[in-house]
């Protein structure tokens, strides 16, 4: 997948790009990621990208112009473009699914108090929101977005089935989990962890996730416990006792 990347700051993406699951995608040719300054693009001449709003109002603006021409140099135009906005929908999985399944994304990042609306009228651009709230700029999204997509892509991590499994993907909570020393600061592993017993390790990791989602999520909860279908006897009846406790 390729994903071009337009900013004001490209050298915010530097580091986190090139570490941890996201650099090793890219060194195994999974994903392609460019960053492109809009700077670049402005024909002022002290190399300004934003003015005051019209009407009014605190903060600038980022100039249509030198959007317009940094999409036209990365050859945008019929590819899928998706700006990082407060004002757009949120992100969630099914869109995160959506956008991987794409060769390829161009990301735009907003600054300031945001764009001049006429590049979202000239273009065929989607919003989109990681949460309500506001940050210093598109930037930080951008890298939640395309880390969210890198990990749905083939390749991206060392299990293929890992990323179902994972906490939300699985429609419940991740379960407790524990590493050596077995015991610390007088706190201990629970025994099920430590007995070889892969069967009854599998159900108390079950019950953990129900129950911490019940308990923080009780919305991801209902939804799961509504569409569960394919469980086993045994899961089935660790879900019954924890519907009846509530």
Request: glycine share 8%; aromatic share 6%.
């Amino acid at each position: 997948m390729k994903i071009e990347v337009l900013s004001l700051f490209p050298e915010m993406f530097q580091g986190t790009i090139h570490s941890s699951i996201l650099g090793k995608a890219i060194q195994r040719g999974v994903l392609s990621v460019h960053v492109t300054d809009i700077r670049d693009f402005t024909l002022d001449k002290h190399n300004r990208v934003d003015d005051t709003p019209f009407g009014g109002g605190a903060g600038m603006v980022m100039m249509a112009d030198p959007i317009f021409r940094c999409l036209d140099a990365v050859e945008a135009k019929g590819k899928k473009i998706v700006y990082m906005s407060p004002k757009g929908s949120i992100l969630d999985l099914n869109k995160i699914e959506e956008l991987s399944n794409l060769a390829e994304l161009v990301i735009l990042c907003g600054h300031y108090e945001g764009i001049d609306e006429r590049v979202l009228e000239g273009w065929e651009i989607e919003e989109i929101s990681i949460g309500d709230y506001v940050l210093t700029g598109g930037e930080p999204a951008a890298i939640v977005l395309i880390d969210a997509v890198a990990r749905m892509l083939p390749g991206t991590l060392g299990n293929e089935e890992s990323h179902q499994e994972e906490s939300i993907y699985s429609g419940l909570l991740e379960y407790p989990q524990y590493t050596k020393p077995r015991t610390y600061m007088g706190m201990e592993v629970p025994e099920v962890l430590v007995n070889g017993n892969h069967k009854l390790i599998g159900l108390w990791q079950f019950e953990q996730s129900l129950l911490l989602t019940k308990e923080r999520r009780p919305d991801l909860f209902e939804a799961y416990i509504k569409k569960a279908g394919n469980l086993t006897k045994e899961q089935r009846k660790i879900m019954e006792k924890i519907i009846d406790m509530m």
